[in-house]
């Protein structure tokens, strides 16, 4: 009897799975939350410098403030004020229309900067001046925020197999809100980055343990709902933040907004249930019992459970070795989990960098930054539930390759057309960000199919560890447009095409049962290579 045979029986989508659905849904919410903070936190305003130190003497007189700009700041040659430099002293012949035979000496800013706070109250750039030479800090305390979330991903992945995904899920919980709280108080900008890579670092096992445990608690049938039920609580948040924003301009309470939600997951973490996979997988059958118990009265099969002994359980899920302890190593111990890890560690890296590429991108569209990336959330949910059609019409691996051959003939396109077609250029980002969408949600799920049980939780921590390394190399691809215009762009497409290639090398998991141990992966693996070639 294999445990998805108990899962069966007890009916593997009842109310307790629909319960756990729902538990993790909220918690996820503040999580998604916190990874689009980074786009508005870091938003920088239109700027000049401060020039009222040139009217000391009263010199300005009666002139407008459009007439103080022009004799105090230097113009582009779009027609634009500068951000970042000024006039030594006022040139009140520009008023006159006169051309200077000599360039008018000019200067850095000497005393700060005035930010127009028509859009945002307040941001990190205007909080700390985070402008002219220090602008690229706003993209460090992006790529310091995922840095976090990488390191806490192999955290989170190990001590969750080693202690259970219950417990680490609730010390995820209360450290990332800890953390976020604490950040709005930062007095200067290094405490907020080291206060936002712990938050980073906390917040990141939410996604891993949760995804886990709603994996290993439902059927066959209905693994690929829960996959876009997870997948659809990102597009949901990402929507739902969009108004929050609007509302709320300032980004101290901003972030305190989009953390409070967190406080509902730790009290609704006392109903969530251990992995039961997990406890028998580590000889804890009683406790195993006791779940698989619980879930049968709540789904209303306890005639069932009531003839199977906990000592029973011990023969379901069987381990490589008596009590023994799994670490990241076991991943590359074997050549067939090696070759899993190096696929599917691939696959995650260029999915995560394409999509968030993609998602950071947004700025330079030139349209309402609250809109687009509202209508980001919205363009997800069409193509997930495309994706839920698809994974068992044409399989997992065809859909996430699909999704990403996708993704990256939308970012070729935007490369040919011309930068002052914004609409043109966003609906096309609209639907590369729908199609990277697509491939990030379907991968997940793939991920938590194709690793056994005794290393599912170390395997999802190392692809989501790669996935965050992604993350946080997207904002400096970025950076590269400053040497050529498409240059991000070029990368993005590459990237996606390239993750195409890789995924499909992965073995199909329609339909299978999930594998329990590493010797379920190296006794099977020939098996599913077959497929491929089906």
């Known amino acids: 009897m294999k445990f998805e045979d108990i899962l069966s029986e007890i009916n593997g989508f009842g109310t307790f799975q629909k319960t756990l659905l729902l538990n993790n849904f909220i918690g ?20 000049h410098c401060d020039f009222n130190a040139l009217d000391a003497d009263g010199v300005f007189g009666n002139l407008t403030y459009e007439q103080r700009l022009t004799v105090s700041i230097p113009q582009r040659e779009d027609g634009t004020f500068d951000s970042c430099l000024m006039f030594s002293e006022p040139q009140f012949d520009l008023l006159k229309n006169m051309s200077s035979p000599t360039e008018p000496p000019v ?9 127009d706070n028509s859009t945002f109250t307040s941001s990190l750039a205007t909080q700390w001046d985070l402008v002219c030479e220090k602008a690229g800090m706003n993209k460090a305390v992006v790529t310091i925020f995922f840095l976090g979330v990488m390191f806490g991903a192999t955290m989170f992945g190990s001590l969750s197999a080693t202690f259970g995904r219950k ?6 919980y209360i450290s990332a809100m800890g953390f976020a709280l604490v950040s709005v ?3 200067s900008f290094t405490m907020f980055a080291v206060l936002r890579f712990f938050t980073g670092l906390s917040i990141t096992g939410i996604v891993i343990i949760s995804t886990i445990l709603n994996v290993e608690w439902v059927d066959i049938e209905h693994r690929k709902l829960v996959g876009v039920i997870d997948s659809m609580s990102w597009s949901f948040a990402t929507m739902c933040f969009c108004p929050i924003a609007y509302w709320i301009r300032e980004w101290r309470w901003l972030t305190v907004a989009v953390t409070l939600p967190i406080s509902i997951s730790i009290i609704s973490w006392w109903w969530i249930p251990e992995s039961a996979r997990w406890l028998i997988a580590n000889g804890k059958v009683e406790e195993a019992h006791y779940y698989l118990r619980k879930c049968a009265i709540m789904n209303r099969r306890e005639e069932f459970i009531s003839h ?11 381990t490589d070795g008596e009590n023994r302890k799994y670490s990241y190593l076991d991943l590359v111990r074997t050549p067939k989990m090696r070759r899993l890890a190096l696929m599917t560690g691939l696959t995650w890296f260029c999915v995560a960098t394409v999509a968030y590429g993609i998602g950071f991108s947004i700025g330079s569209l030139g349209l309402n930054l609250y809109l687009t990336q509202f209508v980001y959330g ?9 994706v839920y059609y698809l994974l068992d019409r044409i399989g997992r691996r065809t859909t996430v390759v699909g999704a990403l051959l996708l993704a990256g003939f939308s970012l070729m396109i935007n490369i040919f057309i011309p930068k002052d077609q914004t609409v043109v250029r966003t609906v096309i980002a609209v639907l590369g960000r729908g ?3 697509a491939s990030f949600m379907t991968t997940i799920l793939y991920s938590s199919e194709l690793y056994p049980t005794v290393l599912r939780q170390n395997g999802m921590g190392y692809n989501s560890f790669l996935a965050r390394l992604g993350v946080s190399v997207a904002p400096l691809i970025l950076l590269l447009d400053d040497v050529w215009g498409h240059l991000s762009q ?12 890789v995924a499909y090398q992965l073995p199909e998991t329609r339909n299978r049962c999930l594998p329990e141990t590493i010797e379920d992966i190296e006794g099977t693996k020939q098996k599913l290579s077959d497929i491929i070639s089906e």
Do not use: D, T
């Open 308 to 318: 199977i002994k906990p000592e029973v359980l011990s023969s379901i899920v069987g």
């Open 167 to 172: 417990k680490m899920l609730l010390v995820s």
């Open 490 to 501: 070029v990368i993005l497409c590459s990237v996606a095409l390239f993750a195409g290639l």
């Open 28 to 47: 996820r919410f503040g999580l998604a939350c916190h990874f689009i903070l980074n786009i508005f936190i870091n938003v920088i305003p239109s700027h």
């Open 185 to 187: 108080f930062s007095s």
């Open 435 to 437: 199609f990277s969408g």
């Open 107 to 115: 200067v850095p800013c000497q005393n700060g900067w005035i930010y």
């Open 378 to 386: 919205a363009i997800e949910i069409p193509s997930k539930l495309g």
